[in-house]
Structure formats: C-alpha cells, structure tokens
C-alpha cells in the first residue's frame, strides 16, 4: 500500500498522528494529514486544563474539532489524557486530598460522557511512574495509591465501549525500572479485575542510532499479561531509519501491538522541532525514515 494508514491497515493495524487544532487551517498539513493517517491524537485539546477550565465547566469545542475533522475522514480517534500530573487547569492544581480526588472523578465521568461512544481508546491515566519504577509524587499520588485504579474503575462506568489505557514514556527498554515498575502494576491490576485493557509506549527516542534490543520483548511481555500495546507518541532524534524501521517492526513482529501514532505530522509540527524527530519534513515532503515505515509495514 501507498500510505502508512494502508499499509498498516493490510495486518489489521492503524497508523495515526497527533493533531494540533490551531493547524487544521494549514492545508498543507491537513493535506497530508488526511492522506496518510486513519488514526488520530489530539496533541493538547482533549487534556484537563482544555476540557474542564473551571471546575465543572467543560469545553469541549477544541477537542470536537479535531474529532470531527478525524471522523469525518472516516479516521479513528484515540483520547488524551484524562488524568496527569501536568497540563492541569489551575484550580485542579490548589486543591487536595478528597477534593481532589472527587474532582479527577468527576473530570473522568465530564469528559468521558462527552465522548461517549465515539473514541477507540482512551489514554486514562499518562506519566505515573518515577524513572526508578516507584510512583511518581504529585498532587494525585498524594491521595493514595489506588487513584491510578480508581480512574480506571471510574472510566470503565462511564463509557464501557472505550479501550483503556495506560500511557507512559521510557518504558520501551525491558530492563528499565520504569518498566517493571509499570509491568507489574498491569500485572497486578489484571490479577486483581481492574479493568485495563492496553498499555501506550509513547516512544520518544532520544540519541543513538539503534533501538533498546529487548524493545520487542516489552512489547510481548505486556501483550502476554492480557493488554494490548501501541506505540502512542512516537519521535526519535533526526529521524533515524535504523530507530524508525526498527520499531515499525517490533510492532508488527507482535500480534497484539494494534498500532502506532507519531508525535506530528513535519517535522516544524513537533514539540521536539530542533530534533527533526519525524516522518515529513518542514516544507511537507516524505523523509528516508517515512520510506523505511513504509517499507516494515508493507512486509509485515
Ligand atoms: O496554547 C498556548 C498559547 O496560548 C500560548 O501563547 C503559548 C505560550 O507558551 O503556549 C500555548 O500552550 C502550549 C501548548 O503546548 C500548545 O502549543 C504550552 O505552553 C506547551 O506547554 C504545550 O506543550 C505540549 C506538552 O505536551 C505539554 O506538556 C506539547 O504541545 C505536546 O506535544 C506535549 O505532549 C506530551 C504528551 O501530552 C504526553 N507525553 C509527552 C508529550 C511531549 O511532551
């Protein structure tokens, strides 16, 4: 297939992107955009600070333009985020404690009930675990360790046809204590019947030429515990094919990795644009990386 959403399609997978709402007037991207990807991320609309800007008051007009725009090309569309240490508004931010905890309840089942039916999945909870594999301190840690298992409970109620998941960065390497500390919380969440249903491995590469080798091996290991996997926000340092091939293949090497999504269309799209991190570069055109997803999805 000529496109990275068809070629991922031919093994029953999706390639998507983040997209920014402020640059759907830009035709050149939504050019490209709309042609290669059946799979979309809002980049910062569907986040707390942008759905729930004073408490109780949800906006959702961003986040619906980015939807419509999506599913009206007939794309799929992946939620992002409902609860996170950062990218909170103000007031979620003061408070603590029960408050706070009654406030993430209340954001899950405003923003879930909003999208009710509509999205493939859900990032629920982003970013928990320190590098070391313990839980990262924060307003939400602070009250309690089950907040992480509560959102997920809270979100299952709310809307029972999203998938579920748990989205995280510098996870890929298996021998990483932030990987295990997040394994074994999948682990545990599955043994004990809190609903989860997928783990997100954000993928953002930084330096180096050549994957962590053992990248497959923690793709099929969290597949093995009953959850699937996707790489959610993928970039890697000046696009190296080798990095770029690589992970393609990991993913697809693992029946259940559903798909990938990288972290913007151009490169000047990118959080990380000094780093030309992605697939097309600033004037649009496809990168030697681009040929090389290509050509991984294609053999698959
Ligand atoms: O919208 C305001 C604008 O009004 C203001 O003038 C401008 C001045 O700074 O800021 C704009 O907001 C920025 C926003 O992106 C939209 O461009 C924020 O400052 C900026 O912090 C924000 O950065 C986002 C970042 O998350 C925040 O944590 C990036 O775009 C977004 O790519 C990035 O995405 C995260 C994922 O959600 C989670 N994983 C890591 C990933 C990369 O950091």
Redesign the pocket.
Known sequence: AGTLGAAAAQSGRYFGT?I?A?RLGDSTYTTIAGREFNMVTA??EM?PDATEPQRGQFNFSSGDQIYNWATQRGMKVRG??LA?H??QPGWMQSLSGSSLRQAMIDHINGVMAHYKGKLAYWDVV??AFNEDGSRRQSNLQATGNDWIEVAFRTARSADPSVKLCY?D?NIENWSYGKTQGVYNMIRDFKSRGVPIDCVGL?T?FTGGSSLPSNFQTTLSSFAALGVDVALT?VDVTNASTTQYAGLTQACVNVPRCVGITV??VRDSD???SSESPLLFDNSGNKKAAYTSVLNALNAA
């Open positions: 983040a920014a402020g980049e910062n986040k992002h985020t996170w950062s990218q982003n970013e989205n960065y954000q953002h926000e972290w913007g990118s959080w990380r």
